[in-house]
Nanobody, 116 residues
Framework: QVQLVESGGGLVQAGGALRVSCAASGSIFSSNVMGWYLQAPGKERELVAVITSGGITNYSDSVKGRFTISRDNAKNTVFLQMNSLKPEDTGVYYC??????????WGQGTQVTVSS
């Protein structure tokens, strides 16, 4: 089993910045992908950014150039630095860990609200 604990959400004005973090514990495979997904009000959960254990990243088009995902493998922690935030970035951000393409885990989510 894997446990994911997110932190760092909050309320920010448009144009501002926030950083969210997710610490993983438990049975974490050496080959894994960690990432962040956004569930906006009334919408499906969608990918924001992911990073492999080797450091390869992928971003949704809507956040490219504004958000940066990074990780500390020694601490099993993934970060999402969000700059130039927009009201449409509002929602619950969920941390995800996928172990070797086989087992998928989710955190409890952290609320990010961007006011206009």
């Amino acid at each position: 089993q894997v446990q994911l604990v997110e932190s760092g959400g909050g309320l920010v004005q448009a144009g501002g910045a926030l950083r969210v973090s997710c610490a993983a514990s438990g049975s974490i495979f050496s080959s894994n992908v960690m990432g962040w997904y956004l569930q906006a009000p009334g919408k499906e959960r969608e990918l924001v950014a992911v990073i492999t254990s080797g450091g390869i990243t992928n971003y949704s088009d809507s956040v490219k150039g504004r958000f940066t995902i990074s990780r500390d493998n020694a601490k099993n922690t993934v970060f999402l630095q969000m700059n130039s935030l927009k009201p449409e970035d509002t929602g619950v951000y969920y941390c995800n860990l996928n172990n070797a393409g086989k087992f998928n885990y989710w955190g409890q989510g952290t609320q990010v609200t961007v006011s206009s």
